[in-house]
C-alpha cells in the first residue's frame, strides 16, 4: 500500500493552502504529501469567491466577525496569522493584497484565478493532486494509533453507485493508502453545483467527531408576497432591513443595496439576514422589515413629500415621489398603499407615505437553501479541536480547517481568511506532527 506522510482531503482554499504550507516550511519540506479532489479541479470555491475577484480578507480588527458555539475559537488562529504574517503569506505566493475603500482585501490583480494558480504553482513540483477521487472512509491504521488507511474512489462512480440499482453488476473501484497525519479540508455543504459536499462531515465522524446543525447562510430569501411584487423583480435598492420573528425578536439591521427578485430578495444586505431566518425556531416565519430610505429620518422625508406638494399641484404621487425609489418599487408601495385606503396630499398623506417607506414590512417564507448559499454553518464541533494546532483532540494527528468547523463568518472576506488561517496553522502543525518536533 503506498505511504505518505500527509494526506490532505479537499484541493480547496484550505486544502492548498494546507498543502503549500507544509511543502514550503523547514520541517515539511522533504515530507511526501497526497491530495484527492471530488471535482475535476482545484478551489472552485476560490475561483467562484468575490464575483471572481476573491475577497480573501478585510483589514482591521477580526474579533467578532465570527459564529458558531464557540465564537472565540478563531481568535489563537488570527494572533498566530495577524494581518502581516497573512500579507506575507501571499506575498511568498507571489500574491500581493490590496485594499478596497470598505477594507476588503482582493489580489492586486483583481482576479481569483490567480490566487488558486498562485497556490497550485507553490505546490506543484512537490504534492501530487489526484481530481475526480472522493475520500470515502478514513480508520486508523492499526491499535497504536501511528498511521491512518484512506479508502477512496472515482467520484463518477460514486455517484453512479448512488443512482445504481442494488443489483447493478458494477463493482466500486476502489484505493486505499496509508498516510501518518491526515488533515480534512472538505468545506461545507452549500452550491453543490460547485464542489459542497456532506462527505467531509461523516468522515470526521467515523473518526469520532461529531457535528453541529447545518444551516445555509448568506442565501438569498424567499418571500410571500413575491408575487404581487413581481414587477418589481430586478429592482435594487440601497436599504437598510432586519428580520422580525412572529415572537418579535429582531436581527440586527443589515444595510446596503436589496436586489428584488420574482421570488424575493437577494443581494449581500439580504443574504446577511438569512442566518436570523433560518435559526429562528418559530414554524411560522416572521418578515422583513425595510426602511427604504435608511438616510432621511421619517419627518425630514414627509417634509420632503410635501414640499413636492406643493411646488406640483398637480402632479400624481408617481410623479411626485419619482426621485426616491426605483419606479416599479414605488409604483407596487403605492398600490398597496391605495388598497387600504386613498392617500391624500395633505401633511397627513406624506406622513402616512413616509412611514411605509420606511417600515416596509414583507412576510419571509425561507431561505433558497444550501443550493444557493455561500456558506454552511455549524459544523464539526470547535470544542473537540485545538485552535492552537488544529489538531483534533480525540483523534491525533488528524486536522481538520476550513469550513467544516463550526465557524461561519461575516461577508466582506472573512470566510476565506478563515479558510486559509486555519489552513496554515494546520498545515504547519501537520508537519511538525510528521517530524515530531513542536511548531
Ligand atoms: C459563490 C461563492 C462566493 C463566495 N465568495 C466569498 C468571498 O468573496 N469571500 C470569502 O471570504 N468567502 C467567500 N465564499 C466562501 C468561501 O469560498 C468558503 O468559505 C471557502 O472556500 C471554504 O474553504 P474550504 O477549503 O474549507 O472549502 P472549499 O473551498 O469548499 O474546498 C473543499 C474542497 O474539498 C473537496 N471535497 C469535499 N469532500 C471531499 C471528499 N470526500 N473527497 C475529496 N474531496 C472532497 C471539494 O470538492 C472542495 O473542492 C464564497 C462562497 C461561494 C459559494
Avoid at 467531509?200 to 447545518?214: I, V
Avoid at 423583480?233 to 432591513?241: D, H, I, L
Avoid at 443595496?257 to 438569512?274: H, K, P
Amino acid at each position: 500500500m503506498e505511504e505518505v506522510d500527509v494526506f490532505i482531503v479537499g484541493a480547496g482554499a484550505a486544502g492548498l493552502m494546507a498543502a503549500c504550507t507544509i511543502v514550503n516550511s523547514t520541517v515539511g519540506s522533504g515530507l511526501s504529501v497526497r491530495v484527492f479532489e471530488r471535482q475535476e479541479k482545484a478551489g472552485s470555491k476560490i475561483l467562484a469567491s468575490g464575483n471572481g475577484r476573491c475577497n480573501l480578507g478585510h483589514s482591521g480588527s477580526l474579533a467578532g466577525h465570527y459564529r458558531g458555539a464557540d465564537p472565540d475559537f478563531v481568535l489563537p488562529v488570527f494572533k498566530l496569522v495577524d494581518e502581516d504574517t497573512y500579507a506575507k503569506i501571499f506575498r511568498n505566493l507571489g500574491v500581493l493584497l490590496v485594499e478596497d475603500e470598505a477594507g476588503r482585501l482582493y489580489p492586486r490583480t483583481m482576479r481569483s484565478d490567480t490566487v488558486q494558480t498562485a497556490l497550485l504553482n507553490a505546490s506543484a513540483a512537490k504534492v501530487k493532486v489526484d481530481y475526480g477521487i472522493e475520500v470515502f472512509d478514513i480508520k486508523p491504521a492499526n491499535s497504536q494509533n501511528d498511521s491512518f488507511v484512506i479508502r477512496f474512489r472515482s467520484a463518477e462512480i460514486a455517484k453512479k453507485s448512488k443512482r445504481a440499482p442494488k443489483d447493478n453488476s458494477e463493482q466500486i473501484k476502489d484505493g486505499q493508502l496509508r498516510a501518518k497525519t491526515v488533515i480534512i479540508a472538505s468545506g461545507g455543504k452549500s452550491q453543490p453545483q460547485l464542489s459542497g459536499h456532506e462527505s467531509g462531515y461523516t468522515l470526521a465522524e467515523g473518526l469520532g467527531h461529531s457535528r453541529t446543525e447545518l444551516y445555509p447562510v448568506l442565501v438569498p430569501l424567499e418571500l410571500e408576497d413575491a408575487g404581487r411584487w413581481k414587477r418589481s423583480s430586478g429592482q435594487r435598492v440601497r436599504a437598510e432591513a432586519y428580520y422580525l420573528s412572529r415572537s418579535g425578536i429582531s436581527s440586527p439591521p443589515s444595510a446596503g443595496e436589496f436586489l428584488f427578485t420574482d421570488y424575493g430578495v437577494s443581494g449581500i444586505a439580504a443574504m446577511e439576514l438569512a442566518e436570523a431566518v433560518v435559526k429562528d425556531p418559530s414554524m411560522l416565519k416572521g418578515d422583513l422589515i425595510f426602511d427604504l430610505l435608511p438616510e432621511m429620518s421619517e419627518e425630514s422625508l414627509s417634509d420632503f413629500i410635501l414640499s413636492q406638494i406643493k411646488l406640483h399641484p398637480d402632479y400624481s404621487w408617481e410623479e411626485l415621489l419619482i426621485g426616491l425609489l426605483p419606479q416599479d418599487i414605488l409604483i407596487i408601495l403605492l398600490r398597496n398603499l391605495k388598497a387600504e385606503a386613498e392617500i391624500e396630499k395633505t401633511k397627513k398623506g406624506s406622513i402616512s407615505i413616509a412611514r411605509a417607506m420606511k417600515n416596509l414590512s414583507r412576510p419571509v417564507r425561507g431561505t433558497r437553501g444550501f443550493k444557493f448559499a455561500q456558506l454552511t454553518a455549524g459544523g464539526i464541533s470547535t470544542d473537540e479541536v485545538n485552535p492552537e494546532t488544529m489538531e483534533s483532540k480525540i483523534c491525533p494527528r488528524l486536522f481538520l480547517c476550513g469550513e467544516i468547523l463550526d465557524v461561519n463568518g461575516d461577508t466582506g472576506g472573512y470566510n476565506l481568511r478563515w479558510a486559509f488561517s486555519s489552513a496554515y496553522v494546520a498545515g504547519k502543525s501537520a508537519a511538525a506532527a510528521c517530524n515530531q518536533v513542536s511548531v
